[in-house]
């Protein structure tokens, strides 16, 4: 009797189980154009524990918006550096990533970002559906009532997304000092301070 209740019990875990792996996390895609693809990554993390955020599951360095393929770091001419965020939109809202990217970027910018100019540092935001579209054109009014200026950061639809060379990944991470000190010297947290302060 002993050994046909211990079998019931194995059925029902490994049945358990295998529902477990059966289960589909729902992911969404979001791709923000920020200046310096370094900077942009690092946006989406806990600074002090240097972890993404809850419910991103990947962040990703490359270039996005032009008509090359398979550009480089070297040549890019046309594509903008960006980062692609996988989500879980169960966990963080496409509004919450939104409202990191706004923050992390100056919207009156129209030459690139910080000390980074020219076209492949401008901001933009790549929307993957109508329902980021609506989002991120609602978000623009609402810093514009916030800031009490006109934002001239684009809008976009999402195109192929090429991911940058392996060095550039977690770039803030693999490379610290380096990281820290172009940050530094680009002047982004002192713009940053100056533009959010309000």
Not at 69 to 89: C, M
Not at 95 to 102: I, N, S
Not at 127 to 141: G, P, T, V, Y
Not at 153 to 174: C, D, G, M, R, W
Request: contains cysteine; negative net charge; hydrophobic residues 40%.
């Amino acid at each position: 009797m002993r050994s046909i209740f211990y079998i019931f019990v194995l059925l029902i875990s490994f049945f358990n189980i295998s529902i477990g792996f059966g289960e589909k996390m729902e992911t969404q895609e979001a791709i923000f154009a920020m200046g310096c693809f370094w900077c942009g990554a690092a946006a989406f993390e806990d600074h002090d524990t240097h972890k993404k955020l809850p419910g991103i599951i990947d962040v990703k360095s490359g270039y996005t918006g032009g008509t090359s393929t398979n550009p480089t770091y070297e040549s890019h001419a046309g594509h903008l550096e960006a980062v692609k965020i996988v989500f879980d939109p169960a966990v963080i809202s496409y509004e919450k990533l939104l409202d990191v990217f706004w923050h992390n970027i100056d919207p009156f910018d129209d030459q690139g970002q910080f000390c980074d100019k020219g076209f492949p540092y401008k901001a933009a935001i790549f929307f993957r559906n109508e329902d980021q579209e609506e989002k991120a054109k609602r978000s623009i009014q609402e810093v514009e009532k916030k800031l009490g200026k006109n934002v001239v950061t684009s809008i976009i639809p999402a195109s192929v997304f090429y991911n940058a060379e392996e060095y550039h990944q977690e770039y803030h991470l693999k490379n610290p000092v380096r990281y820290k000190f172009y940050r530094w010297n680009c002047g982004r947290d002192k713009r940053l301070n100056i533009v959010w302060r309000a």
